[in-house]
């Protein structure tokens, strides 16, 4: 068994072909998924053939047998990488995909969901869970494919929007707030109607993301202070060390 690296792939598979239509081994190309940054590595089990259909015959059931290490090592990755409820990324997996990203900048918005334990007293908790899956559905429709969307803890959330500036984050952020205001989310047979606050960083480098999210924290509690459902930009002046303000 040996690896190579995935810019390799191309040519060690052409070189697989020839080898095999020459009789000379058996090749099989799989990949794995190595962990915990979510990076591939292409493998290739090579075998020596004899004569016989027995040893072909091992050849291909060990061929298999690597491609079912393969599919089951890409649904692990899937499990952990995925909230369970809303199949946004993971905290750990929001914050492994953008280490992935050495020359990136971008803004963070937090989003939480206003007053939602007065959701779970009142409708229950799998009401609870449907409204936290329904704002995340809602997320995701209003990102790019670039942008990483993860649940961040209980009813918040954590957005990455990937290259943009202030004012477009603000857009969005902004999209995202009256599109969740004018939803009717229908769980446990009731209609239910939510609101978000979302705090919105500066753009800073993908290697200052802890401090873009303290910042879109520090700002989603403005907003809260401010009344919630609304949408607040981080000042320009606001110092590093900031905290977050309390809400009212």
Sequence with gaps: MMRIAINDRSDVTRLSLLLTVAALVFVTVVSLTIY?????????????????????????????QLLEIGRLNA???RLVSR?????????????????????????????????????????GHLAGDAVIAHVATMLGQEVRV???????????????????????AELVAERVRARVARSEITAEGR?????VSIGVSRKLPVSDIQQAVRQAD?????AKAAGRDC???????????????KAS
């Design 36 to 64: 915990p940054r979510s990076l591939w590595l292409w493998q290739i089990a090579v075998s020596w053939p004899l004569t016989t259909l027995i040893t072909f015959t091992t050849t291909r059931m060990i061929s298999l």
């Design 75 to 77: 649904e692990l990755h």
């Design 83 to 123: 909230d369970r409820l809303t199949n946004v990324a993971t905290r750990d997996a929001f914050f492994n995909r953008l280490a992935e990203r050495q020359h990136s900048a971008g803004i963070a918005l937090m989003v939480d969901i206003d007053f939602f334990k007065k959701v779970n007293d009142s409708h």
């Design 146 to 168: 670039r942008d990483i969307v993860c649940r961040f803890g209980g009813e918040e959330f954590l957005v990455y929007l990937d290259g943009v500036d202030e004012p477009t």
């Design 191 to 195: 209609s239910i109607w939510v609101t």
């Design 218 to 222: 520090a700002a989603l509690y403005r």
């Design 231 to 245: 949408v607040i930009l981080t000042p320009a002046e606001i110092s590093t060390l900031d905290i977050r303000p």
